[in-house]
């Protein structure tokens, strides 16, 4: 079943004919309880006219913008909000498409008629922004959720194609250490 906050997301984008892949906690929420807000993502080419196009959309009102991050709130769901990410922030010493085609090709399945991104991508564009550290905590909570924690193998390998491996090297460390944590240790499969 598709979560609310998904479905509105998937009818506005689909009404201003968006490629996107969800990359967030909902994409995640097919394991676990999902968050409420939305995150997609969308090509580098595609996201100016993206933006541009949901900014004048009467179920969206937008809040900000900043450094390939838009956020809307959903009218249609209370507010709970949509981000649109910007695919090039995640591509490394690729070219700027390759990672959301890569997403589409390799680290997505389409349930319901709207495409997810794998946990293993979502932990990958989790580790590669600047509030890394937050998020480390959020794939901490996914793997108490039920989230194996051998997909963090797939990280690492994802990171090595789009040569990011340098900047993940301490942060994918860092969460391996905070998973082996005694008061996580009993409830966390080893990898």
């Known amino acids: 079943m598709t979560e609310p906050e998904v479905e509105a997301a998937d009818t ?11 990359v967030g ?11 409420g807000d939305v ?10 006219d993206t933006i541009a ?12 913008e ?3 991050v838009a956020r809307f709130a959903m009218r249609l769901v209370g507010g ?43 932990w990958y564009t989790r580790l590669m922004i600047p509030r890394w550290r937050h998020y480390s905590d959020k794939i901490l909570q996914d793997l108490l959720g039920g989230v194996g924690a051998g997909r963090m ?18 942060r994918v460390a860092y969460v391996r250490a905070e998973m082996r944590r005694p008061d996580l240790e009993y409830v966390l499969e080893r990898e």
């Open 12 to 22: 506005i984008l689909r009404r201003h004919e968006v490629q996107y892949v969800v």
């Open 25 to 35: 906690g909902q994409a995640i929420g097919k394991t676990i309880r999902a968050t």
């Open 39 to 48: 995150d997609v993502m969308v090509t580098a080419t595609d996201y100016a």
């Open 53 to 64: 196009a949901l900014q004048s959309d009467e179920d969206l009102e937008f809040q900000w």
């Open 66 to 68: 900043d450094q390939g």
């Open 80 to 122: 709970e909000f949509l981000d649109v990410l910007n695919s090039s922030k995640f591509t490394g010493s690729r070219e700027g498409g390759k990672f959301f085609i890569f997403l589409l090709e390799e680290e997505s399945t389409k349930r319901d008629g709207i495409r997810y991104a794998t946990a293993a991508a979502v």
């Open 153 to 170: 193998r797939r990280v690492v390998e994802i990171a090595q194609r789009f040569g990011t491996a340098e900047t993940l090297r301490k």
